[in-house]
């Protein structure tokens, strides 16, 4: 089992649209949790980290279920800016070690 | 304000060819340095990391090696590539341990390696 699992996708949504996606974790005992962003032919570059709270930045939203070991992505009003795939990254250990997930591809589309 | 630079930006190698991959932080000291491969449309694979000068850690056995000669220099090596080799070569970067902090990485623009 992959220590990051994420549907692949690519999901395709409408401009305006919310879409989710889900990650799943396999480590209980990680600690951070993160979710970048990369553009084709780019580096990853972070969205924002997820906090055991939820956090919000804009029009996206981050969730933890620690019990379910899932984090999710919730993006509203999508723009075709959006379009990208989103990267689900946890930290499961004491150092700077991440584990990145492979991705999951969003095509906006007009 | 840090930012991470890498060089050369793209880079067509015969197989059986060296390599010499640098990457350079700017704007902090003593970071942990890391070297990823993503292959065509796939994750990104932990290749090497850094916890200081002269001190490097393998994740997975290849014919690549990685060098730390400075604080703030990350090199990736190589005495003859395989066509395997081919890929997006990042680097990045995060705080040391030592201070606080999230684990945040930030990446540098990335190399991209066609083997022929």
């Known amino acids: 089992r992959k220590e990051v699992e994420q549907d692949p996708g690519p999901f395709n949504v409408p401009e305006g649209a919310t879409v989710a996606f889900n990650c799943t974790y396999s480590?209980?005992?990680?600690?951070?949790f993160f979710w970048y962003r990369q553009d084709c032919r780019k580096e990853p570059k972070l969205l924002m980290s997820?906090?055991?709270s939820g956090n919000e930045d804009g029009r996206f939203t981050a969730q933890l279920n620690r019990a379910s070991q899932y984090i999710s992505l919730l993006i509203r009003d999508s723009k075709l800016s959006d379009s990208a795939t989103y990267l689900c990254?946890?930290?499961?250990?004491?150092?700077?070690?991440?584990?990145f997930g492979g991705g999951t591809r969003l095509m906006v589309k007009p | 304000s840090q930012t991470i630079h890498q060089w050369p930006a793209t880079l067509v190698q015969p197989v059986g060819s060296p390599l010499s991959l640098e990457c350079t932080v700017e704007?902090?000291?003593?970071?942990?340095l890391y070297w990823y491969r993503q292959a065509a449309g796939r994750g990104l694979q932990l290749l090497f990391y850094?916890?200081?000068?002269?001190?490097i850690s393998s994740e997975v056995p290849q014919n690549l090696s990685a060098s730390r000669p400075q604080d703030r220099q990350f090199i990736l090596s190589s005495k003859k590539l395989l066509l395997s080799d081919s890929g997006f070569y990042l680097c990045?970067?995060?705080?040391?341990?030592?201070?606080?902090?999230?684990?945040?990485?930030?990446f540098g623009p990335g190399t991209r390696l066609l083997v022929l």
């Open positions: 990045a970067w995060t705080r040391s341990i030592m201070t606080s902090g999230r684990g945040t990485q930030y």
């Open positions: 704007g902090t000291s003593n970071p942990n």
């Open positions: 850094s916890v200081g000068i002269g001190q």
């Open positions: 990254v946890v930290n499961s250990d004491a150092g700077n070690m991440l584990t």
């Open positions: 997820v906090y055991s």
């Open positions: 480590n209980s005992a990680s600690q951070s």
